[in-house]
């Protein structure tokens, strides 16, 4: 199948607008591809995003998911439809005060550790405080993460669920702004757990470049 193709019209198989490195992208992948469920990817440019992404979704960030019926626009949205629809039970076979925990946890991700992250990552922009002191003030949110690797394999059971994969991206960008920095914490269980997903299927399949995912997609279209 053409690259290009993906965008036409035909709405049978879902299509993820994406960004290969966007780690809100890397979880909705993750979960589609987690949950069993075929789609096609259409990598965008920042700089030149497809006027397709913009009719159906204004705003303007990725990933954005086009169905037949609606378009999902924001990734825990993505990610709770690819459960819902597919056939993975990584969500649907948790408690619901499990559920819960693990909803507030990407929460704290997403609205608390993500705003230090990113002044960690861009620490140049940020001269009256150190590289390490930015770093620092992100490991609130990694102590928290070893306190539940403590009890469980996971952050939520002994089973990879949708928290790991929510919030697992984000992580990897933390240790990756300096490796160093990471290997030297005692938080030891998330080092682990890192280097188990980093390393897992799964994360390998959603890191396919477009071409090859879309192709594989396309020989299911009956
Ligand atoms: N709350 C959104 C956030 C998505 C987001 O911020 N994505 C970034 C890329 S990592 C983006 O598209 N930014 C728009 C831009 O840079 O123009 C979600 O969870 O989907």
């Not at 709770?80 to 408690?95: E, I, K, R, T, V």
């Not at 490991?139 to 928290?163: H, P, R």
């Not at 702004?177 to 914490?185: A, G, I, K, P, Q």
Request: proline fraction near 4%; hydrophobic fraction near 40%; charge should be negative.
């Amino acid at each position: 199948m053409d690259y290009v193709d993906v965008l036409s019209k035909d709405t049978r198989i879902p299509l993820l607008f994406s960004y290969r490195r966007c780690p809100y992208a890397m979880r909705a992948r993750m979960a589609l591809i987690d949950s069993g469920i075929d789609f096609n990817v259409y990598e965008i440019s920042f700089k030149n995003k497809p006027h397709e992404i913009i009719e159906i979704s204004p705003k303007g960030t990725v990933p954005v998911l086009r169905l037949a019926n609606k378009v999902i626009d924001e990734s825990l949205d993505i990610m709770m439809w690819a459960y819902a629809n597919g056939s993975s039970s990584h969500y649907s076979d948790l408690d619901k005060d499990v559920i819960d925990t693990g909803l507030e946890l990407i929460r704290k991700n997403d609205h608390e550790f993500k705003l230090h992250l990113d002044q960690y990552k861009y620490f140049t922009n940020y001269p009256s405080s150190s590289k390490d002191a930015l770093g620092g003030a992100c490991l609130f949110f990694i102590e928290t993460l070893e306190g539940m690797l403590n009890l469980n394999k996971y952050l939520l059971s002994d089973k990879i669920s949708f928290a790991d994969i929510a919030i697992f991206p984000f992580i990897r960008q933390f240790a990756g702004v300096d490796m160093n920095f990471f290997t030297s914490l005692k938080f030891h269980r998330v080092q682990e757990w890192l280097s188990d997903l980093t390393s897992s299927e799964l994360f390998m399949n959603a890191m396919i470049k477009p071409r090859q995912r879309n192709a594989s997609a396309q020989t299911e279209v009956p």
